[in-house]
């Protein structure tokens, strides 16, 4: 894999809340840059990815600083797609999502999602699937397939920049990983629920991360010199005022774990 300090890797970790991250045991995930504490910019998987795929990636409100917050600069700035911000944008493109914009920047455009909203038997994927050059949705086939897609693509380029896009599912309810001591059908994260399994959720979850850290390490570590955003796309509530799983407007489905590096250098707030 030919990896350039204009290739941008970009990783949503489905459903990690914010607490969950920074419990987690993590080194590689947390190697990208200082964590955040940042706001999703919608409560459940597509609204929130057809948003960063328009270039609002989630964000941290009280900081005056470019891409930790798209308000004040964008990281992906899409032409003519919102206001343009107080600061030079990291990439501008054009075209009808990020996804196509680095397309027709010709960097070869790689995809692979765990969510059932990238199914491409279903029509309203194409909002967020139809752009990429190659593209493969796994469902509950776990990460290392989806590493392997990549890895596999992305070893035919040799000539252009890479924008490769990941969706990572086994942090996304039931909290299953290949291998975990739990059945895989068993959720303890269930909406309306009244059995309280809070404990679990947050173990599993955890869990799910470390394992996830694992198999990303050697991708994050090829990226470490180009553009690497990892963020979740929400979280989940775990009994917070009754309220159980996402798909709803509550704190703990908006605050999200949030890492930048920018050709190769971690982003960080700067004093002013």
Known sequence: M???PDSVLFITIDSCRYDTFVSANAPAMKTVSALYKAQAPAHFTYASHAAMFAGFTPGVAELATPFLNPKFARLFRLDRAGAAGHARPGFSVSGTDIVDGFRNARYATIGAAAMGW????????KKLTGSFEQF??????GIATQLAFIEKQAARETRRDLFVFLNVGETHVPYYFEGAPWDRTDNPCLP?????RSAECRERQRLCCEYVD?????LLERFAGATIVLCGDHGDCWGEDGLWEHGIAHPMTLT???LIRYRGQPVQDLPA
Request: charged share 30%.
């Open 2 to 4: 030919r990896v350039t």
């Open 118 to 125: 990238f199914d491409p038997k279903t029509p309203v994927s």
């Open 136 to 141: 493969l949705f796994t469902g509950d086939k």
């Open 192 to 196: 309306f629920q009244k059995v309280d």
């Open 214 to 218: 694992r198999k990303l390490a050697p």
């Open 256 to 258: 999200v774990p949030l």
